[in-house]
Each structure stands twice: as structure tokens, then as C-alpha cells.
């Protein structure tokens, strides 16, 4: 409902009585002089001739405006869900068990400019239980006694907020309330559990290291840890130090092949490209420069040969330079 409409045509009727013309009162208000004069041959605003098709009276209405008013300075402002629900169930008290329809809250919050759609916050519900005047000001004042005892000044004084999720159900989004209030704090429930969000969290280890690292700040947490759990994690640990050695072993037998493969290839002749494109045969220099680039080619490969035979006898377990590293798996997956 527009007030200011009904306001200006209010104004521009009174004139005309005191004998303004019809034409000249419409527009100093401006207002449309068909709905001027209609308004003053008797004819009602719109929302008033239609009370008597609405659902609720406008004396419900009113009480149903002064719920959600109450509720949210409660900590529990209803959504448009809820202010329906709260409707329908005023039909069902006087035997209407229709309900109301899908945009009826559409068409109150029209009539009843005092309620709005607004964005809530939410607002913890210890914080909710303990928000009393005299509680707020006593811990303002402890503050004020700190901040004055330790000499802190105003530019390090900073607010800190802790980072993490929200486990639970938590009611926040576009609830309804009073227009004289920007936003809504709606109180959370107290099923709900702040998890903090750490930096040093688990992760999946790759050595027995990482596992027994873990392991231990377990321990730190869970102080009835016996000893078949630590027993546990000391076979595992070293279940995943074998899985190492033998995907290094692998690699390393996949390495020696793709060597031995390339070592067997035949090595094609290849042309000797003059450097002067007028003679039809290569020069005594240019062949030699071809020779020089084999040479080192076949050098680089044998050096490539010779760190791999050098990193296979650090392995203790192999026997021979070719040997791939971890080749007694069973005599230890044995002992373990």
C-alpha cells in the first residue's frame, strides 16, 4: 500500500472542498483526477474494498505482524516459510484447512509496509543466553581496566575472528522483520559445533616417518592408546618402507631396460652434410666433425650407464652392480 499516494490523494480532496478546482488540486498533488474524483464519490482504495476476499482480517494481520516483530527481537526472525505456516495455522484454529497460497506473503508484506524482507546474521546461542545489559557491561568494563592497566593503545588494538566451519543445522538468509532495522540476528542452534580449521592437519604419509609422526600426535590426543595400537603402526610403517624400496627397485629395472634397449638399437649411418653446398662430396673436415659428435653421443650414454651401476651398490640387498635394489622382499616381509 502506498501511503504517500493515499496521503496526497487525501490533501487534494480537502482542497477541492474548500473550493479548489478538481483539475488544479490533481496536479499540485499529483494525483490522477480520475482517482480524485472517484475518491470523492464514494469509491474505496483498493486494499480496503478487498478485505472482505482476503484470508486473514486485518486485525490478524496485524497480530501476525506483531509475531514476527516480536520473534525477531526474540533472535528467531521467520522466513517467508514460517510467517505462511504461522498464517495457515490462524485458518486451521477457525476450521480453515485450505491454507494460504504460494505468493499470499507477497501481497501482506505489501499491505503491511512495517515488515520487510531483510538478510539475517547468525548469532551464537550462548551469546543470545548471555546478551543482558548488565553481563555486557561488566565485561566491557573488565576490558577497559586491561586495556588501561597494560598502557594499550588504540592503533594495536585489532579484531580477531577464528577461521572455520559450522557442523549443524543453522537457519540464515532473507528472513522477515521490522523495517526501522537494516538486518536480523537469528540465533544458531545448540546442536551446533564450531570445527576450527587447522594448518597441521593429517595427511596421507609416504615413509614410516610421516606415519609415526602422526601416530604420535594421536597419542598425545588419545592418552588410552595401548600397546597392540602402537604395535600397529610399527608394522605399517614398515609395510610402506617396502612398498618404497620395491617401487624404486621397479624403476630402477625400468631405467637399466630402456638403456639396454637403446644400446642394441642399430644406429643408422648418417649422411655427412657438406658445408658448401656448391661440392657434390663431403670434405675430409666435415666427416671428421660427424665422427667427433658419434663419439660423444656414445660417451654420454656410457656416463649414464655408470651412475646407474654406482647408485645400484648403495643398495646393501644387491649383489651385483645389474642387480635391482630389493630383490629379498620375502626374507624380509618374513621377518617383519
Keep these: 500500500m502506498d501511503h504517500d499516494r493515499e496521503y ?13 478546482p478538481k483539475k488544479r488540486a490533481a496536479l499540485k498533488w499529483g494525483v490522477d483526477r480520475t482517482t480524485l474524483t472517484r475518491r470523492m464519490g464514494g469509491q474505496q ?47 486451521e484454529a477457525r476450521g480453515d484447512l485450505t491454507g494460504v497460497g504460494k505468493h499470499w506473503i507477497d501481497s501482506f508484506l505489501f499491505r503491511n509496509n512495517d515488515i520487510s524482507l531483510k538478510d539475517s546474521r547468525a548469532f551464537e546461542s550462548s551469546r543470545a543466553k548471555e546478551s543482558q545489559p548488565q553481563r555486557i557491561a561488566t565485561f566491557y568494563e573488565f576490558l577497559g581496566y586491561e586495556i588501561h592497566k597494560k598502557e594499550v593503545k588504540p592503533k594495536n588494538i585489532i579484531n580477531l575472528d577464528e577461521n572455520g566451519v559450522q557442523e549443524g543445522e ?11 532495522r537494516k538486518g536480523a540476528e537469528v540465533k544458531k542452534s545448540e546442536s551446533t559445533a564450531w570445527v ?4 597441521d592437519g593429517f595427511f596421507t604419509p609416504k615413509q614410516s616417518q610421516d606415519l609415526k609422526r602422526q601416530a604420535r600426535k594421536l597419542e598425545d590426543e588419545l592418552y588410552e592408546a595401548k ?23 621397479l624403476k630402477y629395472q ?12 642399430p644406429v643408422p649411418k648418417k649422411k655427412v652434410k657438406t ?20 663419439k660423444e653421443r656414445q660417451a654420454a650414454l656410457t656416463a649414464k650407464k655408470k651412475t646407474l651401476n654406482a647408485l645400484a651398490k648403495e643398495f646393501p640387498e644387491s649383489h651385483d652392480a645389474h642387480e635391482a635394489p630389493g630383490v629379498n622382499y620375502h626374507k624380509r616381509a618374513n621377518s617383519v
Design 196 to 199: 576450527s580449521i587447522l594448518e
Design 45 to 91: 482504495e483498493r486494499h480496503k474494498a478487498q478485505e472482505t476476499q482476503q484470508r486473514l482480517t486485518p486485525s490478524e494481520e496485524r497480530f501476525l505482524a506483531l509475531w514476527i516483530k516480536n520473534e525477531e527481537a526474540a533472535g528467531r526472525a521467520p522466513t517467508k516459510v514460517e510467517a505462511s505456516d504461522f498464517a495457515s495455522c490462524i485458518l
Design 254 to 265: 625400468l631405467r637399466e631396460k630402456d638403456l639396454e634397449i637403446e644400446a642394441l638399437m
Design 170 to 180: 543453522s537457519s540464515t538468509g532473507k528472513v522477515l522483520g521490522s523495517v526501522l
Design 275 to 294: 658445408t658448401d653446398p656448391n661440392k657434390r662430396y663431403a670434405e675430409w673436415q666435415d666427416i671428421w666433425e660427424s665422427r667427433n659428435g658419434l
Design 8 to 20: 496526497r490523494l487525501a490533501r487534494a480532496g480537502m482542497d477541492v472542498e474548500n473550493g479548489l
Design 227 to 249: 600397546r597392540d595400537f602402537r604395535t600397529l603402526i610399527t608394522k605399517a610403517g614398515k609395510t610402506i618402507d617396502l612398498q618404497t624400496v620395491e617401487i624404486a627397485s
